[in-house]
Nanobody
Framework: HVQLVESGGGSVQAGGSLRLSCTAS????????LAWFRQAPGKQREGIAS???????SYADSVKGRFTVSQDAARNTLYLEMDSLKPDDTGMYYC????????????????????WGQGTQVTVS
């Protein structure tokens, strides 16, 4: 059973940057598919980035080239570096873990992820 805790959200002006962190209660390195999802006000939650057990990454078109997902094995921490932020990036950001270790390239089915954090709010104005 994995517990995930996000941090790093906040308010930023358009064009700015933020780095989100997601710390896991157990080692997830090389074992889990880890992903970031977000939910904008009034919209469905969407997957935006993932990193699989081999370190391979995948991004939604809406964030490709602006966001970077990475992980620090020693700290059991997943990161999302967000640059060139836009008001459309506003929302609650969640990290999630899939213990199969396998991520589907360009596709982020919520049902595959059995472990979720509580979310951290990002507001871009």
């Amino acid at each position: 059973h994995v517990q995930l805790v996000e941090s790093g959200g906040g308010s930023v002006q358009a064009g700015g940057s933020l780095r989100l962190s997601c710390t896991a209660s157990v080692s997830t390195y090389a074992r889990y598919c880890l992903a970031w999802f977000r939910q904008a006000p009034g919209k469905q939650r969407e997957g935006i980035a993932s990193i699989d057990s081999t370190g391979g990454t995948s991004y939604a078109d809406s964030v490709k080239g602006r966001f970077t997902v990475s992980q620090d094995a020693a700290r059991n921490t997943l990161y999302l570096e967000m640059d060139s932020l836009k008001p459309d990036d506003t929302g609650m950001y969640y990290c999630a873990a899939d213990d199969t270790g396998y991520c589907i390239d360009g596709f982020f089915p919520e049902s595959d992820f059995g472990f979720w954090g509580q979310g951290t709010q990002v507001t871009v104005s």
